[in-house]
């Protein structure tokens, strides 16, 4: 049994839009968009958990580091279910830290701290919490990429108009960084 | 490169007790705790993100339903890593659900629907995050059962003495519902 429900982002998911109902998600089948290389898989969001967490996945290709930014008001989580994931975070005091996270490693990003990853594996998965005071931005994806019914990777990068970055990111807690180098080693 | 901190739950913890800090954990390093039959391992809580979500894992042997309870102030995320586990959730209505979940699927449960879980396979791993408008419960694992250093199961079951389901349970927002009957199939 699988039940489809028309949602505010969807016209079928399986994510209901009311509160208070438990649902099942099999694999994959969550609420997806593509953005650059990447594909995120939603599994819930805001209004299913009155605004404290989300959950989510990020798969993507081997490839380069993606573009630093930070959250002002997000704490954001990155469990490794699958392949290899190279973090870079700075802290609030200017402090830079990398590290290579493989399955069932975690990083921890708090709000305000720049940071960005490298997909160092095909295949790799990353599962993804990112929650503050101020509420949840899963739908920041598909905001800025596109919603997407396919379930693999984009078969060409989905890349923002460049106007669009100087006004979706900032609606989903999202300030990117472009000026910002990593010291680090890697 | 590993640091250790001394927190309020552990004199040696990979999580750092001062809200801000960027951290990462290799796997199975968080803080660990036995409950009855299982392992959890906490990767991030209420002190690390102003109180909004928190990240563990569960591990345990196949085995039989644990006790149905429900959660009158947290919803609560079941995403498979590894193995099989059948969820059983009931919503406020009293209908009832159960589905076997597998590597990758998701189940979501809000709060007040009385819920259990059975592992279907042995060496099944469980991502949990719970929590709600009136914070997390993460702790609630080693104040039933047991805090330890060790990275794997119980050798045999940690069961709470009979006068703590009294209070502890509460103190971290669990119901245990002793007369609750699941009528699916399973």
Redesign the interface.
């Known amino acids: 049994m699988t039940i489809e429900y028309a949602t505010p982002y969807r016209s079928r998911s399986h994510i209901p839009p009311d ?10 089948q ?1 609420d997806r968009a593509h953005l650059f290389g990447d594909l995120f898989t939603i ?2 969001g805001g209004e ?3 605004n ?2 989300n ?1 989510f996945t990020c798969e993507g290709p081997k490839g380069d580091v993606i573009p630093s930014h930070s959250h002002p008001d997000t ?1 954001e ?1 990155f ?1 490794i ?1 699958a392949g290899a994931v190279r ?1 870079f ?4 005091e200017g402090e830079q ?1 990398e ?1 290579l ?13 720049p ?1 960005a990853y490298r997909i160092e594996r095909h295949h790799s998965q990353i ?1 993804g ?1 990112a ?3 101020g509420g949840t931005f899963e739908r920041f994806f598909e905001s800025l990429g596109a919603a997407t019914l396919d379930h693999g990777l984009p078969r060409t990068p989905v890349v923002p108009e460049p106007h669009r970055f100087g006004t979706v990111p900032q609606e989903h807690d999202v300030l990117f960084l472009p000026d910002h180098r990593w010291r680090t080693a890697g």
Request: charged share 20%; proline share 6%; with cysteine.
């Open positions: 509160l208070g109902r438990p649902y099942f998600v099999e694999k994959g969550g599994y819930a299913q958990t009155e404290t967490f959950f704490y989580v469990y279910t973090l975070v700075e802290d609030t830290y590290r996270l493989t399955t069932g490693d975690f990083g921890f990003v708090p709000k305000n701290c940071h599962v919490v929650a503050g005071p």
